[in-house]
């Protein structure tokens, strides 16, 4: 593909799609990401190794694509140059201007405002150029066995805000009389020890994880609370909203999304009637589902373009 | 395990020691095909223990044609510890150990997936990716295969308010609600005890349907329905009428399908599934007996109540828990061949009762499915053809073997760790339909 393809996120699903979109021999890939490689990301995120652990994932990525290219080519003189671009800084910090050089936008980012902010910048250019650039955004997510694929097209099919309704309450909120007064489970005590008892505790470091613990442990003990999950691992995810991720799933979603871009970029799909949103289900056997997401008359960010 | 605990949020600690300790069969053309190097690079993330791939071409270093983004065997097993062996088919199906499952992807010929399925016992599950086209199929499993937690999205639960065993009817029954309404304490009371003394009164022969349970919900306590625990009580009055007989149905018909499949079986390779089979038979035995009754603290959830209030409802449930876990452990060691099997196991086990599952026994029946596409060519919505013709197709179709890779290595996962339900029969992925 003679095209240049921004992807946000470097993680899990960023890992697949450079590979994915490596393959299909984009011109250049460019990589966003602000996060450093740590442990806990090499049960998925195939481009680090452990030497890795503490770099940053946007530069190691591209490093990686880049020398693979390389070889690539030392194998087979036709093969295709690809070119991976690092960006290790914060998504929000990009002008508009710097995402007009891009064919697509592909996130496989794990948060809400980033996304909202993409799909923003891409729908004000669409607007303020009065479509003579139009920039699809393809977003994919997961959790767990679970994951979504959604293609916005900027003006013509939903926005990402025009299904922000869709989203479940980003985190488990109590009542703050439940968890000073009636405390009745380890997640009512870890809340209170996270808020009340200890508000500016680093997650990322073990004392004060511990510190955490000894808190919703005596806490737990003192309203006769069973203590049997009360552990390091289980507090942190809570306490960290981790999502629990496998490669597996992050293969089949990087998968969807490149899938969506090859489709558009070789006009393979009519983009006024396509299907823009799939989700994915591979808790009990398989399931998937795709339809088109109407478009919200009154969304604030597409409504009246 | 801080490398893998991602994962293990979706499936357990114990089912990472399993996938740790497996070996998984792959048979393939060569490695040099994406959909093989896909699955072996996902099932190496997930660190299974160990991956034979039985090639029909063996090959060193440097493939003449390789067409997957690992460039060599020792690029693509680069930075995992999963032990990977390479073979050739004919010393493996003839001379190969056992293995916990046999995968077969990209092979087209049929006679292959037959002679594969005649001569090894292990479950076996194919994978074909054709352009844009792929399939995964469940082909065979030899034994019933036993799912130690489905994990679904949501459990209805069940409060035994038609069938309470004498220590939570003597917790039910110690409530007056009319004086807890008169004297302002009913808000500390959980729901269950509101709907429980909701339906107690209910005349024999009545039928009620939630709406009625609503009503008397409503006609009872006028001045509290902003009440927290109101409020549920009549978000959940459903679960008043929910019986012991709709709670088990599905458990019943698991048990009796493991234990039928399971006549006359000696053998099984499958160690866990056998663990599972045996605490399957001792279950349904001890079901047997109407006294019985299997309430798990687990699945109580959380409620308004006041926490001491709370905490005896609980601690009821658990000692209840405790009291069935020995009486199961103790019928369990009247077996021989429960030797192997830990107490902590066994308390698993009943602790997720209303999450078993199982598929059943399937047989090699000579439908093997490989995809058949049309090509985007022939697509009626195709609106630029010259674009198309200038697509480099294997490189573009690479999404595809990700996807099936992804799919194929996920529904492996599943059946070695036993948790999830795996697919029983066919997947088919067509993206061009999808446009």
């Not at chain 1, 590979?19 to 680090?48: G, P, W």
């Not at chain 1, 203590?227 to 507090?235: K, N, P, R, V």
């Not at chain 2, 076996?124 to 130690?148: C, F, R, T, W, Y």
Request: aromatic share 10%; net charge negative.
């Amino acid at each position: 593909m003679d095209c240049k393809i921004l992807v946000l996120g470097a993680g899990g699903l960023g890992c697949e799609m450079l590979k994915d979109l490596a393959m299909c021999n984009v011109r250049e890939i460019h990589v966003v990401d602000m996060d450093t490689i740590e442990l806990t990301n090499l049960n998925r995120q195939f481009l680090f190794r452990e030497s890795d652990i503490g770099k940053p994932k946007a530069q190691v990525a591209a490093d990686y694509i880049n020398n693979w290219s390389k070889k690539r080519r030392e194998l087979n003189s036709g093969a295709k140059r690809v070119l991976a671009v690092s960006y290790v800084q914060d998504l929000t910090s990009f002008e508009p201007e710097f995402f007009k050089q891009f064919a697509f936008v592909i996130s496989g980012l794990d948060a809400i405002e980033p996304r909202r902010f993409v799909n923003e910048t891409l729908v004000n250019i669409t607007r303020n150029t009065g479509y003579s650039v139009c920039i699809p955004f393809i977003d994919g997510g997961t959790e767990g066995y679970k994951g979504h694929v959604k293609t916005i097209v900027p003006g013509i099919t939903a926005c990402w805000e025009c299904s922000i309704d869709t989203l479940p309450s980003q985190q488990h909120t109590y009542p703050m009389c439940t968890i000073a007064n009636n405390p009745r489970t380890t997640e009512h005590v870890i809340e209170y020890a996270l808020t009340v008892q200890f508000p500016n505790a680093d997650l990322d470091n073990p004392n004060d994880v511990n510190k955490l613990l000894d808190f919703s442990r005596t806490r737990a003990h003192e309203f006769g609370i069973d203590q049997t999950d009360l552990t390091a691992s289980y507090l942190l995810g809570i306490a960290k909203n981790i999502i629990p991720s496998v490669s597996t799933t992050n293969a089949m979603i990087a998968a969807a999304c490149c899938e969506r871009a090859t489709a558009i970029y070789y006009d393979l799909v009519d983009i006024e009637t396509m299907d823009t949103f799939t989700i994915f289900n591979g808790s009990n056997g398989f399931f998937s589902h795709s339809f088109q997401y109407q478009r919200n008359p009154d969304c604030l960010v597409c409504g009246g373009l | 395990m801080e490398r893998y605990d991602r994962q293990i949020r979706i499936w357990g600690a114990k089912a990472q020691e399993v996938l740790e300790d497996a070996k998984v069969a792959i048979f393939a053309k060569n490695y040099g095909e994406p959909l093989v190097q896909e699955v072996v690079k996902n099932l190496g993330l997930a660190n299974v223990g160990s991956i034979i791939l039985v090639l029909k071409e063996v090959h060193d270093e440097g493939l003449t044609e390789n067409n997957g983004f690992f460039l060599s065997i020792s690029s693509m097993l680069m930075g995992i510890s999963t032990d990977v062996e390479v073979t050739d088919w004919n010393t493996f199906v003839n001379k190969g150990l056992p293995v916990s499952i046999v995968v077969t992807l990209n092979l087209e010929d049929p006679k292959d997936i037959q002679y594969i399925s005649q001569l090894r016992r292990e479950p076996l599950i194919s994978a074909n990716v054709k352009n844009e086209d792929g399939i995964v199929q469940l082909i065979k499993l030899p034994e019933p295969h036993i799912i130690m937690d489905t994990h679904p999205d949501y459990l209805v639960p069940y409060l035994w308010i038609d069938r309470p065993w004498p220590e939570l009817k003597r917790f039910y029954e110690s409530f007056d609600m009319s004086q807890l309404a008169e004297n302002g304490q009913l808000a500390k009371v959980p729901y269950p005890v509101i709907l429980y003394h909701i339906v107690k009164d209910r005349p024999d022969g009545d039928t009620w349907d939630s709406n009625d349970v609503k009503q008397k919900i409503d006609e009872k306590f006028p001045n509290q329905r902003d009440y927290l625990n109101v409020i549920e009580a009549r978000r959940f009055a459903h679960l008043a009428l929910r019986t012991a007989e709709n709670d088990c149905r599905q458990l019943h018909e698991m048990l009796d399908c493991v234990c039928s499949e399971m006549v006359g079986k000696t053998k099984w390779f499958d160690l866990y599934n056998h663990t599972l089979a045996i605490l399957c038979l001792c279950l349904k035995q001890l079901l047997s007996s109407s006294s019985f009754c299997l309430p798990s603290a687990k699945d109580l959830p959380d409620m308004e109540s006041s926490t001491d209030i709370y905490s005896r409802f609980r601690s009821i449930y658990q000692a209840k828990e405790d009291e069935d876990v020995e009486t199961f452990s103790k019928l369990l060691r009247t077996r021989p061949e429960s030797e192997d099997i830990s107490d902590s196991t066994a308390r698993e086990f009943l602790s997720s009762l209303r999450r078993l599952g199982v598929l059943s026994c399937k047989k090699y029946n000579g439908e093997y499915r490989i995809p058949d596409p049309k090509g985007p060519i022939n697509s009626p919505i195709v609106v630029n053809l010259a674009k198309v013709s200038e697509r480099p197709t294997a490189c573009n179709y690479f999404h595809a073997s990700c996807f099936i890779g992804g799919l194929v290595s996920q529904e492996i996962i599943k059946l070695i760790t036993h948790q999830h339900v795996p697919i029983d029969d066919v997947y088919t992925y067509s993206p061009d339909q999808l446009r």
